[in-house]
């Protein structure tokens, strides 16, 4: 069974630009969510989709944005690049049940320059 | 205060030993308990998950949960050098994952 598919591995992007990453969920998992991991914060919940419907939102700035397919697959946003958006952002897929197991990509690594 | 906390390490133990992780958290309406594995430069993979109060075990790692205490613990039985990562602890509620920020841990051989 192919694992939790993220693209792109790896992006370097210009303060103020604006990016789009994706993310193809395990085969059956509807539920996608999105996190940021840096050095300093750690790993942190940026949002989770299910049917399309955004169900929980982290704390950060509307620059982040997000959306879920029918397919289940999901695309983040981010706009108006700031240097602290350089991170390791991970996306994990699980069964909709409640809180289930989430099984993570293995993560898009942006460079904001 | 952090809703997730966990000892700050670095953790180092002998090969062979018992590694023991210790995770707390805030939020009594927290659901479900989980055990991350990251290995430098890698995603997190999960290892263990636990629900209900009690043990939990699935080959040389258990996970221990005590929703009274708000505490979840995770041992490591005859650490190997494969096993030096970091451990995240995560808790669940409302679709959402709040993650500790880890502890390290290193298998001397």
């Known amino acids: 069974k192919a694992g939790v598919t993220q693209t792109p591995r790896y992006l370097i992007k210009t303060r103020g630009q604006q990016v789009t990453l994706s993310c193809s969920p395990i085969s059956g998992h509807r539920s996608v969510s999105w996190y940021q991991q840096t050095p300093g914060q750690g790993l942190q919940f940026l949002f989770e989709y299910f049917s399309e419907t955004q169900r929980n939102k982290g704390n950060f700035p509307g620059r982040f944005s997000g959306r879920q397919f029918s397919n289940s697959r999901s695309e983040m946003n981010v706009s108006t690049l700031e240097l602290g958006d350089s991170a390791l952002y991970l996306c994990?897929?699980?069964?909709?049940?409640?809180?289930?197991?989430?099984?993570f990509g293995q993560g898009t690594r942006l460079t904001v320059v | 205060q952090k809703e997730v906390e966990q000892n700050s390490g670095p953790l180092s133990v002998p090969e062979g030993a018992i590694a023991s992780l210790n995770c707390t958290y805030s939020d009594r309406g927290s659901q479900s308990f989980f055990w991350y594995r990251q290995y430098s430069g890698k995603s997190p993979e999960l290892i263990m998950f636990?629900?209900?109060?009690g043990d939990k075990e699935d080959g040389r790692f258990t996970a221990q949960l005590n929703k009274a205490s708000q505490y979840v613990s995770l041992l490591i039985r005859d650490s190997q050098p494969s096993d030096s990562a970091t451990y995240l602890c995560a808790v669940g509620r409302d679709y959402k994952l709040s993650f500790g920020a880890g502890t390290t841990v290193t298998v001397r051989a």
């Open positions: 994990a897929s699980s069964y909709p049940g409640g809180n289930t197991e989430a099984f």
């Open positions: 636990i629900y209900s109060n």
